[in-house]
């Protein structure tokens, strides 16, 4: 197969994607230019010219340019996306470009929601393959779209980055929540909302499970097409039973009850049978950095790195209520409002904070309005937030990273910032 540019490509992130991208065109485009795009930094991607993203208006209006693929952490509201569109050049994505030219027949199961996504996926597929059919994950949680070899069932976890300008037909969609996220993103909350339940908004028809607060919504009843077929709920039994599993399960927190009702009707609805749905909820291994447990002498290590909003850090604290928690939060500033954290906090078993730039210091502001006794700490980073809370080790017995937000301001990525809080812990508190 080959595809035609009119013209070179211009690859903008330098990621994941962008490496999976420049490997398609490789062999679907062999001869076309390459150019690769950063806003900050050096762009590690083979076989590409950088350029700086100030050079590109020239590009487009020298009709240089016929494509550019966009990594999903960059706004299709950025100034340079603009301009390309305005210029007549094509603007797409890793995953659209899966769906125009690597789907095949495969099934597709798309997944979004402000949180519980990537254990809904992992849930989704772990159930669909005891029921030995051929699934395999991808999109925002596991391979990159063109990376994936040819399957039966594909499951993706979808962030509103990679559906605000989504092109994929899927046959199945799940919706966990919708809740304030990604302003710096999307501009403004009602575009966020709009961008993100743009997944609902499709042409053919398909089958949905939402979550229970995604079922109440206005916001995504409205965006449902009257075509779209809502999967049955399971039995009376069959709910005692999840729940009876769920219990015996690594399967964690009263949020990810739902999270199992939604895999469970997106598994049975592609086929499988209660008896092998209820063997994957008992065989789940959760995802790495989700509520991860480590026993680092007397102390319970949690790893939630991978909780990006104040909501995931609420449903991690709910999940040890009769725990005494050294909690660290703080991270990358998406303009998320956490005052309704600070009053999760007050109700809950936290009797240490530790906060770190940028986001910590509003959720430190918000729980000294609230006059919390317990213990707070600013740091400047990770190690010097553990090297403290290490000074305050009899105040408890669990101590959670859960941020509440993004890690790039300090790290490359959520897992390297897991791991540096494990590697901590075992330093400072074995």
């Known amino acids: ?252 927190g009263p949020h990810n009850a739902d999270n199992m009702m939604i895999a469970a009707k997106l598994a049975l609805g592609l086929g499988a049978s209660e008896d092998v749905i209820l063997q994957g909820l008992k065989s789940f291994a959760p995802p790495a950095h989700r509520l991860e447990e480590h026993k680092v002498g007397k102390l319970t290590i949690v790893d939630d790195s991978i909780s990006t909003t104040p909501e995931a850090t609420k449903a991690a604290l709910a999940t040890y209520p009769e725990k005494r928690i050294g909690l660290i939060v703080g991270g990358f500033d998406r303009e998320q409002d956490y005052h309704d954290l600070a009053l999760e906090i007050k109700n809950s078993s936290v009797t240490t904070l530790a906060y770190l730039p940028k986001t910590g210091h509003r959720l430190a502001e918000a729980i000294s309005e609230l006059n919390l006794d317990i213990t707070v700490i600013e740091a400047e980073n990770l190690t010097t937030a553990m090297c403290e809370l290490a000074k305050h080790r009899d105040q408890f017995d669990t101590l959670i990273l859960s941020p509440a937000a993004p890690s790039y301001n300090q790290f490359r990525d959520y897992i390297e910032r897991g791991e540096m809080f494990v590697a901590l812990a075992n330093k400072l508190f074995a």
């Open 1 to 252: 197969m080959t595809m035609q540019i009119d013209g070179a490509v211009v690859l903008y992130g330098a990621g994941r994607e962008a490496r999976s991208t420049r490997k398609f065109l490789a062999e679907v485009a062999p001869n076309t230019k390459v150019f690769v795009t950063v806003d900050e930094g050096d762009a590690d991607v083979p076989d590409c010219t950088q350029i700086l993203p100030n050079k590109l208006q020239a590009m487009f209006d020298g009709n240089q340019i016929g494509l550019l693929v966009r990594s999903a952490g960059v706004s299709i509201y950025k100034p340079e996306l603009l301009s390309a569109k305005k210029a007549g050049v094509q603007v797409t994505t890793n995953i659209n470009l899966w769906a125009k030219y690597r789907r095949g027949n495969a099934k597709v199961v798309a997944v979004t929601g402000t949180k519980g996504k990537s254990t809904t996926v992992k849930l989704t597929e772990t159930m669909l393959k005891c029921a030995g059919l051929d699934a395999r994950l991808g999109g925002n949680f596991g391979v990159a779209p063109l990376d994936l070899d040819d399957h039966d069932i594909i499951v993706m976890e979808l962030s509103s980055y990679q559906v605000a300008d989504l092109e994929l037909q899927p046959d199945f969609v799940g919706f966990t929540n919708l809740f304030p996220e990604h302003i710096d993103w999307h501009g403004n909350l009602e575009q966020y909302y709009l961008d993100k339940m743009n997944l609902l908004r499709r042409d053919k028809r398909y089958s949905y499970a939402l979550g229970m607060q995604a079922t109440v919504n206005q916001k995504v009843q409205a965006n449902l097409p009257k075509f779209a077929n809502e999967l049955p709920p399971p039995s009376a039994e069959m709910v005692a039973a999840l729940h009876g599993t769920m219990r015996q399960s690594k399967l964690k």
